[in-house]
């Protein structure tokens, strides 16, 4: 949730400052701001609404001076979206500007301290506490001030903070949300995602909880909350900048879509080796995988269906029974978790709260921690016992496509891995790794084998409602086609297991009513046939997704989506792809903001 950036060097620092809000509004876009120091004050330009609205009044940054600033782009939490609630905030003398990311928990009271200790406050927010904080506690050090703030503040935040009596320094702070440094030549940048660094520097410090930095245009000084200068090693980010530009797609959504056969390979293919699924990155025995007598799976969002999908194959070839958790349920739900107990942890960024306050509840009470995520350096990667990236390069647009598919390519993947490691299976080994490789061109093939979706897109696109329906595999393909359609088009879609239609959902079924139905199991495709003629004898237009030549379905679908045969159980991240795609285009119809839709941000976090 938010983004924040800062620069200071020898160029105006406004225009990089939007350069990089532009890169970070995927984490929130109902107004932007930023601050610019010419030397002797503070300068402040703040808007509702979008980037493009904080460009305009700037006039692209040109009619803001100075050498060093920090800016902020919000989805609101505390507040309205207001020009007043809008960061950076200042401190009532105006020396001190302040961004921020995350939640301050004990904000009410702090406020309240402040209050009587005659500070005034011009906004409804829970960051304006920090900078009066950071006001109250100067005495010509700003160290020492961030210091004795930090020890105040309960929840989480990033922290970008301007003095107007540092010129041409800048300080970032970091707890509990991500932060990350951009080492350049005679200007150094910090951002909350590398996508807005790239287009100046690929040099990059990952800031840890608990460390704050002093910036200048020339050097980058490091410290704990002690005040302690550490040192921190530089990372080189790999990936080049065009793979945070749109390259020619109306929306990222759209080119990340299309990029997923490339990002799927990318994921498994330096993973097999010598016909084995190698993970460098585990150093697990067989005998660590021995001791384990459950595995849990937790997650948000679509990382929680993501691990819905990958549950069947887990639990199928290991043998070991495999639960998946909302995060945001497991974290208060007293679970019963021990030290044989295995937690797979997923999330695209590794910032998602809930996931990291259900992960640390599980490693206090013994777990094992495995993390799937993409984001390199991010909380989850740092907390968990052992960490596989997806590597799914960047992922820009709000609802997850490249993300989710890699996420269950990860999973597909242990579960061959730990079931070999186990002796559970043998030379099926081979067959399944041959699946796993044809993943990308299967899923290539998925998009190629589609093109009446627009059409279909404008014959539903009025819809009151759309149900997906499946079973087994196809059910959990069906809970994250069903989230991709109310995401970005916000018509109401609801998933259902087909077999419990009978119980209650067959209620809402009426003339016309549109029902997407998956058809990707053939064990159980009798079964969802049945469905299918259910609803039909209500009225309910099918529109289903199934193999090429399934005679079955083809003579009581009304519409078809398709996808090349494969193992049921690996399909999947194969299935997925036509629905978000038939997603992307009912939002089109629509006119809906596909990349930025309405509430949502692409990194949850706050609770």
């Given amino acids: 949730m938010c983004g924040i950036v800062g620069f200071t060097g020898k160029q105006s620092a406004a225009p990089v400052l939007l350069d990089g809000l532009k890169k970070l509004e995927y984490r929130g876009y109902d107004s932007a701001g930023i601050s610019v120091m010419d030397g002797k004050k503070i300068a402040v330009s703040k808007v509702t609404g979008r980037i493009a609205n904080l ?48 939640i301050i928990e004990n904000y009410l009271i702090l406020r309240e301290e402040l209050k009587q200790a005659g500070y005034h406050f011009d906004s409804e927010t829970d960051t304006e506490v920090i900078v009066h904080l950071v006001e109250m506690y100067y005495r010509g050090d700003v160290k020492e001030a961030l210091m004795r703030t930090a020890n105040r503040l309960q929840g989480s935040y990033a922290l970008g903070v301007i003095c107007s009596e540092q010129p041409g320094k800048i300080y970032a702070m970091r707890e509990a949300s991500p932060l990350i440094l951009g080492v350049g030549v005679g200007e150094n940048f910090f951002a909350s995602d590398v996508t807005a660094l790239v287009s100046h520097t690929r040099n990059v410090i990952y800031l840890e909880d608990g460390e704050f930095a002093e910036l200048s245009g020339d050097s980058i000084r490091i410290f704990d909350l002690s005040g302690q200068q550490i040192h921190k090693k530089i990372t080189r980010i790999m990936w080049d900048v065009q793979a945070a530009e749109k390259g020619g797609y109306e929306h990222f959504m759209l080119k990340e879509i299309m990029e997923q056969p490339a990002a799927v390979k990318a994921t498994i293919a330096p993973r097999i080796k010598g016909g084995k699924i190698c993970f460098d990155e585990l150093s697990v025995t067989q005998e660590d995988l021995k001791g384990i007598s459950q595995i849990i799976i937790t997650a948000c969002g679509s990382a929680y269906y993501a691990g819905c999908a990958g549950k069947y194959a887990l639990e199928r070839l290991t043998r070991i029974p495999v639960q998946v958790e909302l995060a945001s349920e497991l974290r208060y739900s007293d679970p019963l978790i021990d ?30 921690t495995l993390a799937i995520v993409n984001v390199v350096g991010s909380t989850v990667s740092t907390i968990a016992d052992y960490t596989v990236y997806t590597w799914a ?131 159980i495709m009798e079964k969802t046939l049945s469905n299918i003629v259910e609803v039909k004898s209500r ?36 299935e997925i792809v036509p629905l978000q795609l038939l997603a992307y285009y009912v939002a089109k119809e629509n006119n809906c903001d596909i990349d930025k839709p309405k509430n949502l941000a692409k990194s949850v976090t706050v609770e």
């Fill in 339 to 368: 030290e044989q107990t295995l937690l797979i942890v997923i999330s695209q960024s590794g910032e998602t709260a809930d996931t990291i306050a259900a992960m640390r509840e599980c490693k206090a009470r013994g777990a094992k």
């Fill in 55 to 102: 460009c305009e009044k700037t006039q692209d940054g040109t009619n803001v001076s100075g050498f060093t600033g920090i800016g902020h782009t919000r989805w609101a939490t505390h507040g309205a979206p207001t020009e007043e609630n809008a960061h950076p905030h200042l401190s009532n003398d105006g020396r001190f500007a302040v961004v921020h990311n995350g």
């Fill in 539 to 574: 009225g309910a237009e099918v529109l289903a997704l199934t193999f090429r030549n399934n005679q079955k379905i083809l003579s009581v679908a009304d519409d078809l989506l398709f996808i090349p045969e494969t193992d049921a159980l690996f399909a999947g991240v194969i």
């Fill in 393 to 523: 390069g960047p992922e820009i647009a709000v609802a997850t496509t490249k993300g989710y598919t890699t996420q269950v390519a990860v999973l597909y993947m242990l579960a061959i891995y730990v079931a070999e490691k186990l002796g559970r299976i043998g030379e099926e080994t081979a067959d399944y790794i041959k699946t796993l490789q044809a993943l990308p061109r299967r899923i290539q093939q998925a998009i190629d084998m589609n093109p009446s979706i627009p059409a279909f897109a404008k014959k539903y696109h009025k819809s009151k409602a759309l149900f997906f329906i499946g079973r087994n595999t196809d059910y959990a393909t069906a809970l994250e086609g069903a989230l991709k359609m109310k995401e970005i088009s916000y018509l109401h879609s609801e998933a259902y297991a087909a077999g419990e239609l009978k119980h209650g959902t067959i209620a809402l079924i009426e003339e016309h009513q549109p029902i997407i139905a998956l058809c990707c199991n053939p064990s």
